[in-house]
């Protein structure tokens, strides 16, 4: 970084867009294979909180690759950068007072530790969709299972490309056995009981 670029503080705090929101801003990290459900359960709490009056944003997978990471591939590094980007940008999120969701296969365990060193303790909720790969499999309308395992798609993660699974995520919640509702609730029930939204 050029020495020639300085942060500019604004006069407007975070703390005052999050009293001016009735809520406080944070990261909620969904995690998890492809097909896990990482981008359903993501926009069902979004409705929830939004419904409550939360600022909201969900930043998608799919839908980030398509302008602000349109210049990656899936190789690790690609990935790490893809991550790194995202985590970049939920961390301004969080200061302009919005509840940032976001719904990456993050398949790296530094990757997402990386972000959660970017924000201050308490601001990065890690929710691990728990979903075993037969289940993903079952799920994958895309075909993009059977492409990585006839060689058509490398780099495929949980296929020919590893997901590391989180060790001690804030929450877990089983994609592949429980319902939408039920996880769904799951996530919303811990943030109440954390003082992140009101009940």
């Known amino acids: 970084m050029t020495s020639d670029i300085h942060w500019h503080h604004s006069r407007v705090t975070r703390s005052m867009r999050e009293r001016r929101n009735g809520h406080r801003s944070f990261i909620l990290w969904f995690t998890g294979l492809s097909g896990a459900g990482k981008s ?25 690759r398509h302008g602000l990471c349109a210049d990656l591939g899936f ?8 991550i790194r980007r995202i985590g970049e940008m939920s961390k301004l999120f969080i200061d302009a007072g919005v509840i940032a969701l976001t719904a990456f296969i993050s398949p790296f365990r530094r990757d997402r530790q990386q972000v959660r060193a ?3 303790p308490g601001d990065f909720v890690e929710v691990f969709c728990d979903a075993p790969l037969e289940v993903c499999e079952e799920r994958d309308v895309k075909g993009l299972y059977q ?11 949980g296929i020919s490309s590893p997901y590391e699974a989180p060790i001690a995520p804030e929450i877990t919640v089983h994609t592949g056995r429980d319902s939408l509702e039920h996880c769904a609730h799951q996530v919303i029930t811990f943030l109440e009981q954390h003082r992140k939204i009101q009940s």
Do not use: M, W
């Open 40 to 64: 359903t359960l993501a926009h069902r709490v979004e409705e929830i909180l939004f419904e409550r009056g939360c600022r909201t944003y969900v930043f998608d997978g799919d839908n980030v």
């Open 75 to 82: 190789s690790a590094a690609d990935r790490s950068e893809n």
């Open 118 to 120: 970017l924000v201050e």
């Open 147 to 157: 492409k990585a395992r006839q060689g058509v798609i490398p780099e495929f993660t």
